[in-house]
């Protein structure tokens, strides 16, 4: 049954990897005519890495003996939410912003909600992945998604460049931190 469940769900993950690189792709297509912005690069370098290692992380989930609706729905629901993070980066149009610092500050309330509500939910599936798991991630686990949502409801409220910025780089440092120090490997 998990790779029934994961065949869909690694497509959703799939389209926010394509999603981040036509992305990337269009800022390339339209130098000088688009302003980037560092920090939005920050968090598209943060939200592909996000993607992969929801990704590998999930593999974990294949210990379920019994796969219920609900688990299914909620694995696909939990992807369906790393997209819609993906897909606030970048729009299909800048419409009437003149930067990628300008779209990113009018929507950051989005981008960080969304990411709020990801940390919010990712408890539930550590949980499902077994107790040993859950116990495995330690205090640290808890003390950075806590934290996490702290800087992201901060980032909501300040639209201050040097904010942004730091959080931004914090947030990427920390993540490839954490993957590096307890998943390097899956078992």
């Keep these: 049954m998990f790779d029934y469940v994961m065949t869909l769900a690694s497509v959703v993950i799939g389209l926010a990897l ?3 690189m036509q992305g990337l792709a269009s800022l390339l297509e339209e130098r000088g005519k688009v302003r980037f912005w560092w920090v939005h690069l920050v ?3 943060y939200m592909f890495l996000i993607a992969i290692f929801w990704w590998w992380f999930e593999f974990m ?7 219920t609706f609900a688990i299914y729905v909620f694995v696909l629901g939990y992807a369906l939410i790393t997209y819609m993070i993906a897909a ?11 930067s990628y610092q300008d779209y990113f ?3 950051r309330a989005w981008f960080f909600g969304l990411q709020i509500i990801a940390l919010a939910i990712d408890p539930i ?3 499902l992945k ?5 116990a495995s991630l330690g205090i640290e686990y808890w003390l950075a998604d806590g934290l996490s949502i702290v800087l992201f409801v901060i980032a909501i409220y300040t639209p201050r460049k040097s904010v942004q910025g730091a959080i931004a780089v914090l947030m990427l440092v920390y ?3 954490w993957v590096a120090r307890v998943f390097a490997t899956v078992q």
Excluded: C, N
Aim: glycine letters at 6%.
């Design 18 to 20: 394509t999603h981040l």
């Design 125 to 127: 599936d550590s949980a």
């Design 105 to 107: 500050l009018a929507r």
């Design 130 to 134: 077994g107790r040993a798991h859950l």
């Design 43 to 45: 968090w598209v370098a």
């Design 61 to 67: 989930l294949r210990d379920i003996r019994v796969w």
């Design 88 to 98: 606030v980066l970048f729009p299909k149009r800048l419409g009437d912003f003149e």
């Design 175 to 177: 993540q490839i931190s």
